[in-house]
């Protein structure tokens, strides 16, 4: 089956910073890369997605690019602010629909 | 996002007891799955069902058990807790033609 490592497990910015958060992925079959945004004690919700015919996309201050022949994938936030401190998780999933999740990046953004 | 519920949000039960976990939706997905959350391992699929008639193992489905009820409605149970099933456990739909999961607020379980 499929798995999805992610990288770092915890990522400390000051604000105003770029953040980074890396992840590979093992089913080259996988087309679908959703990334969501857990607040303490929230539920996840998802921020941005891509799919593999598409190799960057931004919403705002977030964009994610997607290498295939390499197999990762990475979430960028810039000019980070202290609500974008939360967990964020990638996951990667066929077009069979079933997510495989990273562990997850407990990202810190100090005022 | 209130188009996905989760009963009961928080439960403490005794190891050996038999409990339920419901989850119900009004945003008219055909797809539910369970997920359990544990720290520094991110969301792990317990089971999945793409329809009333379809239920599908995850990757860690060993002392679990589903129920899809309804389109809207998909139970987790565990029939016999023990407490390394202390966890949050969340509920997601997805649907419409679309990939994205929309999750449930979570249930929060301890089993002693």
């Known amino acids: 089956g499929e798995n999805v490592e992610q990288h770092p497990s915890t990522l400390s910015v000051q604000e105003g910073d770029s953040a980074v958060i890396k992840c590979t992925y093992s089913?080259?079959?996988?087309?679908?890369f959703p990334w969501y945004k857990q607040e303490l004690g929230k539920r996840p919700q998802l921020i941005i997605d891509?799919?593999?015919?598409?190799g960057e996309k931004k919403d705002q201050r977030i964009a994610v690019t997607l290498n295939k022949t390499a197999k990762h994938f990475s979430l960028h936030i810039t000019e980070t602010q202290p609500e974008d401190s939360a967990v964020y998780f990638c996951?990667?999933?066929?077009?069979?629909?079933?997510?495989?999740f990273g562990q997850g990046t407990i990202l810190t953004v100090h005022p | 996002d209130a188009d996905v519920t989760q009963t009961p949000r928080n439960r403490i039960t005794k190891t050996g007891k038999r409990i339920m976990l419901e989850c119900s939706q009004t945003?008219?997905?055909?797809?539910m799955y369970w997920y359990r959350q544990d720290p520094g391992l991110g969301l792990r699929l317990i089971y999945y069902?793409?329809?009333?008639?379809?239920?599908n193992k995850g990757e860690i489905s060993d002392g679990y058990s589903v129920s899809r009820q309804a389109q809207a409605k998909f139970s987790l149970s565990l029939e016999s807790a023990i407490p390394n099933q202390t966890a949050l456990y969340f509920c997601?739909?997805?649907?419409?033609?679309?990939?994205?999961?929309?999750f449930g607020p979570g249930t929060r379980l301890l089993v002693l």
């Open positions: 945003k008219g997905h055909d797809r």
């Open positions: 069902s793409f329809d009333v008639k379809d239920i």
């Open positions: 891509i799919r593999s015919n598409v």
């Open positions: 996951a990667a999933a066929t077009s069979y629909g079933k997510l495989t």
């Open positions: 997601a739909t997805s649907g419409g033609g679309g990939e994205t999961q929309y």
């Open positions: 089913d080259s079959a996988s087309n679908y």
